[in-house]
């Protein structure tokens, strides 16, 4: 579990910030601001799903462990799902579905609990 509670409000306002450049109608917006976006979504899948059998990777803003079952401790998880923040934020909001991420290979996703179909998106617009 997050160490601190992800405020919601919070989280909505930083991914609402780049939602313009998720549909194409901006560029890329300034660096802390898709962090923001990146690390609040990630910690909101972290609250969401609390465990440590997965680690979700987004460099190079932030990693998260979430799902219940396993813990693994020392060198790299068994279950590990890693992206870039485009494709993160996508996904958090649902502009993107897992099946096609995996398909495309915008996101590598590699043990038996990888898939995280079934709790996205963290967010809804």
């Known amino acids: ?5 992800v405020d919601p409000h919070e989280a909505r306002a930083a991914v609402e910030a780049v939602l313009p450049w998720l549909a194409g109608a ?17 910690r909101t899948l972290e609250q969401v799903s609390p465990g440590r059998s997965v680690e979700v990777r987004v460099p190079p803003f932030a990693a998260v462990q979430c799902v219940a079952g396993p ?10 799902v890693e992206t870039d923040p485009r494709t993160w934020l996508e996904l958090a909001v649902g502009r993107l ?27 809804r617009f």
């Open 26 to 42: 901006a560029d890329q917006p300034e660096r802390p601001v898709l962090a923001a976006a990146v690390r609040l979504s990630l």
């Open 97 to 123: 579905g897992w099946d096609q991420a995996v398909a495309d290979a915008r996101v590598t996703a590699s043990g038996s609990r990888a898939d995280l179909s079934n709790l996205l998106p963290v967010l």
């Open 71 to 80: 813990r693994h401790t020392r060198g790299t998880p068994p279950n590990v």
């Open 1 to 5: 579990m997050p160490s601190k509670p």
